[in-house]
């Protein structure tokens, strides 16, 4: 007859560091429940016993498919776990096991075992079935012990670097296997030739006090998330910059971020950024290439979606979660929430939107800069910024219009990836062209006012409260609902529209006008009060039922 594995989850009801410690709530689950969802995937579950003394714990476990024996007195706080086993034995011997049987104590404070480990810990015995197999994870430190004269003793032999070190291990507790008839035998679990099953970090988590919980918490909560964008000199490159912000503040998950083979702009944004980027040839491809990746959340930052595009990404990603960003496609509405920072899609119903530069994903670095701009009644900086392609050349125009106005002070313009060269002398004021601006706060928190396009840059000033004159680089640029007065703009329109009295006109007017200048500054930082990378990705996080411990 072939041996039997019996995969015993010895759980105690009274805790101290963590009150209801194996009741607690990991995942949205109990905790002994992982423990014994890994074991149910080894062995059937007559062969999963929980040993309790508490009601509570006895209920979840019968829940979750184990058997369970109750044990009547309360556990001694002195106990040992192997005396708990040798006690136990003789009723598992009552339930059919035999002395060749395996008894495999799995911790219920270790939920992040998977069960093909504990399958490698019974494979590891049956190959030296007179000992025991124990989980281990490597623990490599320069350490010190005490002499008996209580003097610091090193417990190396030369300082070196610690991955330089003999490798050592410390026990998880999380399997340990034996034979029924050895453990009666020898009165222990730990019985030579002990056999090592070394675990990754997160396997090795045991739940001791809080911060383990946190750190199994962490683990548990990883979401998959593909995180499709792209930049060229007509779609500008605020999608980028918005994906990076997006991923900066999901780290701790798995993040994909997938780009176009077409546009290289995109790649070359990402190639100095600490993420997995992968290239696509068109929509059927990004979605094939989801397949194997079977994310929790897709993200589409990508302007106008597709029905056949959301569609096709229901089929492939059955259970996840759909948000567009910044869309007037008809894919928006197919999806599960539209994010519009400032646009408007009135087919995608209200309960399915979130809106306004309140809401809207800034780069961190404008998290950390909690000091506005300094306000000077006359003018003294100006700031030209026009996007990172500036399609329309409207940089250029604004350096001349301030040439015109006779402007005297400091004049920064900032260019980005995809922007062409300016080569502009100016007659009256001194002139700095910035390109690869490694930390833009501090080159806005200069500026009294600044020429900007429609797009993210008006939220980046706003929260510094600089005002600003916009002029939309295209037709899509046109219809940002952001570019008004309440958010510290004075808007001109089309850029490629605008007659050179028009700009001449709003600059006199942001040089002359110091009331006006300060009511724009004032609506300005009123517009993005409250606003935060972290408050906005919870709110999406939470619309789509994705709000799991910890959100971010």
């Given at each position: 007859?072939d041996?039997?594995?019996w995969?015993?989850i010895p ?6 560091g963590v009150?209801?410690k194996n009741?607690r709530?990991?995942g949205?689950?109990?905790?002994i429940t992982h ?19 508490d009601?509570?714990i006895?209920h979840?476990a ?10 009547d ?9 192997d005396?708990k086993i040798l006690?136990n034995l003789?009723k598992?011997?009552?339930?059919g ?8 104590t799995m911790?219920?404070t ?13 494979r590891?015995l049956?190959?030296?079935?007179l ?7 490597e623990?490599?430190?320069l350490?010190?012990g005490?002499?008996p ?5 090193p417990?190396?032999?030369e300082?070196?670097?610690r ?9 998880t ?13 020898i ?7 002990v056999?090592?099953?070394?675990l990754?970090?997160a ?5 001791d006090?809080?911060?383990d919980l946190?750190?199994a918490?962490?683990?548990k909560?990883?979401?998959r998330i ?11 490159m605020?999608h980028?910059y ?6 900066l503040e999901?780290?701790?998950?798995d993040?994909?971020?997938?780009l176009?083979?077409e ?16 290239t696509?040839?068109d929509?059927?491809?990004f979605?094939?290439?989801l ?5 929790t959340?897709?993200?589409l930052d ?23 960003f910044?869309?007037?496609?008809p894919?928006a509405?197919a ?5 519009a920072?400032?646009i408007?899609n ?12 309140g809401n809207?994903?800034?780069a ?7 000091e ?6 006359a003018?003294?900086?100006?700031l030209v910024?026009f ?16 040439d015109?106005?006779s402007?005297?002070?400091s004049?920064?313009v900032?260019r980005?990836l995809?922007a062409?060269?300016?080569?502009y ?11 690869d ?5 501090d080159v ?9 396009s429609?797009?993210r840059?008006?939220?980046e ?5 600089v005002?600003?004159?916009?002029m ?14 309440e958010?510290?703009?004075q808007m001109l329109?089309l ?14 007017r ?18 993005v009060?409250?606003r935060?990378?972290?408050?906005t ?14 959100n971010?």
């Amino acid at each position: 007859m072939d041996e039997t594995a019996w995969l015993v989850i010895p759980a105690r009801g009274g805790s101290v560091g963590v009150p209801r410690k194996n009741l607690r709530l990991l995942g949205g689950r109990p905790l002994i429940t992982h423990a014994i969802e890994c074991a149910l995937g080894v062995t059937e579950p007559r062969h999963v016993v929980v040993i309790t003394d508490d009601h509570e714990i006895s209920h979840v476990a019968d829940s979750a498919g184990a058997t369970v024996i109750f044990e009547d007195t309360p556990t001694p706080g002195h106990e040992t776990l192997d005396t708990k086993i040798l006690r136990n034995l003789p009723k598992l011997q009552e339930m059919g096991a035999r002395d060749d049987d395996i008894v495999a104590t799995m911790q219920p404070t270790s939920p992040m075992l998977r069960s093909g480990t504990v399958e490698e810990v019974l494979r590891t015995l049956r190959a030296a079935p007179l000992g025991s197999a124990i989980t281990v994870t490597e623990d490599r430190h320069l350490r010190w012990g005490v002499g008996p004269d209580g003097s610091p003793t090193p417990m190396f032999a030369e300082r070196v670097n610690r991955q330089q070190l003999p490798p050592t291990y410390k026990e998880t507790g999380g399997v340990v296997a034996a034979r029924l008839g050895r453990i009666l035998q020898i009165g222990t679990r730990i019985i030579e030739p002990v056999q090592l099953v070394p675990l990754t970090d997160a396997e090795s988590i045991d739940i001791d006090d809080f911060a383990d919980l946190y750190a199994a918490q962490h683990h548990k909560t990883r979401m998959r998330i593909a995180l499709r964008a792209d930049a060229a000199p007509h779609l500008g490159m605020g999608h980028v910059y918005r994906a990076l912000a997006i991923a900066l503040e999901l780290a701790r998950h798995d993040v994909r971020i997938y780009l176009s083979e077409e546009h290289r702009l995109g790649q070359e944004f990402f190639a100095s950024k600490p993420f997995d980027t992968r290239t696509v040839r068109d929509d059927a491809d990004f979605i094939d290439q989801l397949v194997d990746f079977n994310p929790t959340l897709v993200l589409l930052d990508v302007l106008d979606t597709s029905i056949d595009l959301v569609q096709g990404l229901r089929r492939a990603c059955a259970d996840a979660k759909i948000v567009t960003f910044e869309d007037r496609g008809p894919g928006a509405a197919a999806a599960d929430l539209h994010v519009a920072e400032f646009i408007s899609n009135t087919s995608v119903p209200p309960e399915r939107t979130i809106s306004g530069i309140g809401n809207s994903l800034m780069a961190p670095v404008f998290e950390t800069m909690t000091e506005p701009a300094e306000f000077h009644p006359a003018p003294e900086h100006v700031l030209v910024l026009f996007g990172g392609t500036d399609p329309s050349g409207l940089a250029e125009r604004a350096l001349r219009a301030l040439d015109r106005a006779s402007f005297t002070g400091s004049v920064t313009v900032v260019r980005g990836l995809g922007a062409s060269r300016i080569d502009y002398r100016s007659e009256h004021y001194d002139l700095e062209i910035l390109t690869d601006v490694r930390y833009m706060p501090d080159v806005i928190q200069r500026a009294d006012f600044a020429f900007t396009s429609a797009g993210r840059t008006v939220i980046e000033l706003a929260a510094l409260g600089v005002p600003s004159i916009c002029m939309a680089q295209n037709a899509k640029e046109l219809t940002h609902t952001h570019a008004t007065e309440e958010s510290g703009v004075q808007m001109l329109g089309l850029g490629s529209s605008t007659d050179d009295s028009v700009i001449d006109e709003a600059l006199d007017r942001m040089l002359r006008d110091e009331g006006y200048r300060r009511k724009l500054r004032v609506n300005a930082l009123a517009s993005v009060a409250g606003r935060s990378n972290h408050r906005t990705l919870t709110r999406i996080l939470s619309s789509v039922g994705l709000d799991r411990f910890p959100n971010l």
